[in-house]
């Protein structure tokens, strides 16, 4: 599904990514974990487009993606979220599902201009898609809020549907958990193996929250200084001591 | 499931009402009763509201910020007296050439300039809106710095229909996915293409469209005013179009249609004391940007929903 | 251009408008340094200048360097008066509604002024013998001489205020970060106060320059040269001193030698054509640094 083959990315003399190698394979739930400053989310905008790599390839599907621009990662099937909600926030709620399909529209410009057939058809399949997927994330009720207006835990909510109604392959998290609490963590925790089982995806997320990583990924990359310095199941990460000194410093071991 | 379709309450009672108001102002023009510097400024209105709603298409639900319109106005403007004058060509296929021509040097300084941010954007397109300016005043086929001669071949209904076809066209790009994805690129341009949205595409189509309209109200303006000069496009210009959108509420395109109506007639009130009129618009400006910097409408449409069966509403 | 003393009479021509041009991007690359914000009423704050240096030259009978003093203090105050009025309470707000604001202050500015003193263009007094210096076939006059060294003595002062003065180092903290500065005890209201203040009184000094070079002055005098400093201050990377410096004087020669080159009906479009030219392929200016939004 995803391979990454020595991968790097300077910027200036700083190498925040260095021989970086990942392999997903198809329909896995895997976990990218690290200190602050690791590396984490610089890999996330390598894999998107924002960042162009240094060196190395990025192989999605079989077909080289490094250097590709954001959008065009999105349409060979690679959606993300951010860890900093970037939301269209004054936009309906709707309407931020909408502008994720917006690649699958059906009609074009002058479709919609001299509101022809298509047009009308289009709409009514996007919008019916929309509503369907803002069930799945119980949001539907809230779907002409703004939104802005809605409470933190179900922004992140909107911002996976969001991602999902992209139709992606390989969905990217960036801390789905950050500020939610034990509760809603378990919760997401469900939901992300359900969007894995229900949707056939792959999913690659980055967690700091390790009761989230631990609990749902089958595997895991530790990234320390922008390499990466372990792999495996839970278990083995959770004893690993190179895991343990880069979390905790050289004196706990 | 919502069904939506072109045959409802709405529109007909849409299309009603703009034929009610250009009967009633034809009917008046015809019969002699309206004089004649309330016709024109009535045309001076759908001039400016296709600029306003044009403008808006860029600045406001782009996100875009463009501040020299004036010069897409005046490539329209002197391409459209040409095809009037040197071609004697029927008054239809001036304003399109105006437009066109208008739209391809949009698409030729989009391309390249709209990569620009914010205030940078701006300046950049401010100086392209003076550089335009100037290549007028150089070029001889255009009459030079001296102006050009074109006639008066626009009439009301001209520039009434000329303007609600522009608005229809404007509106139905904006109410699909495409005006979607050029919302996207204003509320978080990074987010829009993660999401799958080209946005450098939607930023040029938004902005060439923009343009093309600009040239056709340029087209209607030199067609109508008998006389046009470089200087008639100048910052000032641009810059009256700005207020307008702003006033109106940037993103709304009914704002930048009040906003279009309440600057002309206050242009047309004050026009006998120049500078006190100038002095009103920039604290006019002011104000707003200090009080309401949304406009009066901020991104809100005025529209005729409320007709519509309660049942719809209340889905949400 | 047909021979190198031509070409280095343009050169001096073109380094007396730059050094013009040089004073007033400083205003506009101090503040844009410091508040982010185009100040598009920069321009007309120096026709203000224009016109307290005439008024002191030709109804006080000041000589030169009391009058441009005069002007200088004057439109000081103006600026402050511009800032904490129209700019201060949208220090929050976007930017484009702060760059709307200061193109209605300009025209504010602008056809205010008219209203006080009339659309006609007023001439300026000569203030200056009218000495020419002859070196190697190139002409000095002597008010060139003194309009040079003026715009370099006041960019020297405001170099050591900059770097060595108190308010200097607030400026340039805040002009780093404004909170962390806010936070380290800076004073940032009048730390902006400041730089308002010694922006707009760099562009009173270069309005009566401006006044003497082309012998006269009206309303909308500060729109042109406004916009050609801006351009200057971008081409040397805004917010950048040395940069605005070096900028005006660079755009004062060429626009110098495409007159000279008999395109001068161009040369405006020449200014702008670098703008676009800049901000295309180097937007942070000749001597900035290019930054990027944070994922």
């Known amino acids: ?253 | 499931m919502k069904r939506v379709s072109i045959l409802n309450r709405k529109n007909a009672l849409t299309l009603f009402l703009v034929i009610v108001i250009y009967a009633v102002i034809q009917g008046l023009i015809v019969t002699d009763i309206l004089p004649p510097l309330y016709t024109s400024t009535l045309i001076q209105v759908c001039i400016y509201v296709i600029l306003a709603a044009s403008l808006n298409l860029i600045n406001g639900i782009t996100g875009q910020f463009s501040i020299g319109h004036a010069g897409f106005m005046a490539i329209g403007a002197y391409f459209a007296g040409i095809v009037s004058v040197k071609f004697h060509g029927p008054l239809f296929l001036a304003l399109l050439a105006g437009g066109i021509v208008a739209a391809v040097a949009g698409f030729i300084v989009g391309l390249p300039t709209l990569r620009l941010r914010g205030d940078y954007l701006a300046i950049a397109t401010l100086g392209l809106g003076q550089i335009v300016m100037i290549i007028f005043q150089n070029m001889d086929y255009f009459g030079g710095a001296a102006g050009m001669q074109v006639g008066r071949h626009v009439n009301w209904s001209w520039a009434f229909w000329g303007t609600i076809i522009s608005l229809v066209v404007i509106h139905n790009f904006v109410n699909s996915t495409h005006g979607r994805a050029c919302i996207s690129v204003r509320e978080n341009e990074i987010a829009a293409e993660a999401m799958g949205v080209n946005t450098t595409k939607y930023k040029v189509l938004a902005f060439t469209l923009g343009a093309f309209f600009a040239g056709v109200a340029g087209g209607i303006y030199s067609n109508y005013m008998y006389f046009i000069q470089p200087t008639t496009f100048n910052f000032l210009t641009s810059f009256n179009i700005l207020v307008m959108v702003v006033l109106g509420g940037l993103g709304s395109m009914t704002g930048s249609i009040l906003g279009a109506l309440i600057m002309t007639v206050l242009n047309v009130a004050l026009s006998g004391i120049p500078s006190l009129r100038m002095v009103i618009t920039a604290l006019l400006l002011i104000i707003m940007m200090l009080f309401r910097p949304s406009g009066l409408m901020g991104t809100k449409e005025f529209n005729l929903n409320f007709l519509e069966k309660k049942e719809e509403r209340t889905v949400a | 251009m047909h021979s190198i003393t031509e070409l280095l009479q343009q050169l001096v021509y073109g380094l007396s408008l730059g050094s013009i041009y040089a004073l007033i991007a400083l205003g506009y690359t101090m503040v844009y340094g410091i508040v982010k914000l185009i100040n598009f009423a920069h321009g007309d704050v120096m026709m203000v200048g224009a016109y307290m240096g005439w008024l002191a030259i030709t109804v006080f009978h000041f000589p030169f360097f009391p009058a441009i003093l005069f002007a200088m203090i004057v439109a000081a105050i103006a600026g402050i008066i511009i800032e904490r009025a129209a700019y201060k309470p949208l220090r929050n707000a976007t930017r484009i509604a702060a760059l709307i604001t200061a193109i209605g202050v300009s025209l504010f500015l602008e056809y205010g002024g008219m209203l006080v003193v009339g659309a006609q263009m007023r001439t300026y007094p000569n203030v200056f013998p009218e000495t020419m210096y002859k070196i190697g076939g190139i002409t000095f006059k002597f008010g060139d001489i003194v309009m040079l060294v003026t715009a370099l003595v006041l960019m020297l002062l405001l170099h050591f205020t900059v770097q060595y003065t108190k308010i200097g180092k607030a400026m340039r903290a805040s002009s780093f970060d404004m909170e962390a500065a806010l936070l380290m005890g800076v004073n940032v209201n009048t730390t902006i106060s400041a730089t308002f203040a010694i922006g707009s009184a760099l562009a009173a000094a270069a309005g009566v320059l401006y006044g003497i070079y082309f012998n006269s002055i009206d309303p909308l005098m500060g729109i042109t040269p406004g916009l050609k400093a801006f351009v200057a201050a971008v081409l040397g990377g805004i917010g950048i001193i040395p940069g605005a410096m070096v900028g005006g004087l660079v755009l004062g020669v060429t626009e110098s030698l495409v007159s000279g080159l008999g395109a001068s009906t161009w040369r405006d479009a020449v200014a702008f054509l670098i703008l676009i030219l800049v901000l295309i392929i180097k937007p942070s200016g000749l001597f900035g640094k290019n930054l990027r939004e944070k994922v």
């Not at chain 1, 909600?85 to 009609?107: C, E, G, M, P, S």
């Not at chain 1, 009720?141 to 909107?158: D, I, S, T, V, W």
């Open chain 1, 1 to 253: 599904m995803l391979k990454i083959e020595s991968l790097s990315k300077s910027f200036g003399g700083l190498k925040a990514v260095s021989n970086l190698n990942i392999d997903i394979k198809d329909g896995e739930l895997i976990g990218l974990i690290g200190p602050n400053g690791a590396g984490k989310t610089t890999v996330f905008n390598l894999i998107t487009g924002v960042y162009e790599p240094t060196e190395g390839e990025i192989l999605f599907r079989e077909r080289k993606i490094g250097g590709l621009k954001p959008y065009q990662v999105t349409h060979r099937g690679i959606a993300r979220t951010f860890q900093n909600i970037r939301l269209f926030a004054d936009l309906t709620v709707i309407d931020n599902v909408k502008i994720a399909y917006h690649q699958h529209a059906k009609y074009s410009s002058l479709g919609a201009i001299l509101r022809l057939p298509s047009y009308f058809k289009g709409e009514a399949e996007m919008e019916n898609k929309a509503l369907e997927l803002l069930k799945v994330f119980h949001l539907e009720g809230k779907a002409k809020e703004a939104a802005k207006n809605l409470p933190y835990g179900e922004q992140r909510r909107l911002e996976i549907a969001r991602a999902l109604a992209a139709e992606p392959k390989l969905l990217l998290l960036d801390e789905p958990a950050a500020g939610m609490n034990p509760q809603e963590t378990h919760e997401l925790m469900e939901l992300i193996r359900w969007i894995r089982d229900t949707f056939k995806l792959t999913i690659l997320l980055i967690e700091h929250d390790m009761s989230l990583v631990m609990g749902v990924c089958e595997r895991i990359y530790v990234l320390d200084y922008g390499t990466i310095i372990a792999q495996g199941g839970p278990d083995e990460i959770k004893s690993n001591p190179k895991v343990i000194e880069a979390y905790l410093g050289e004196e706990a071991i």
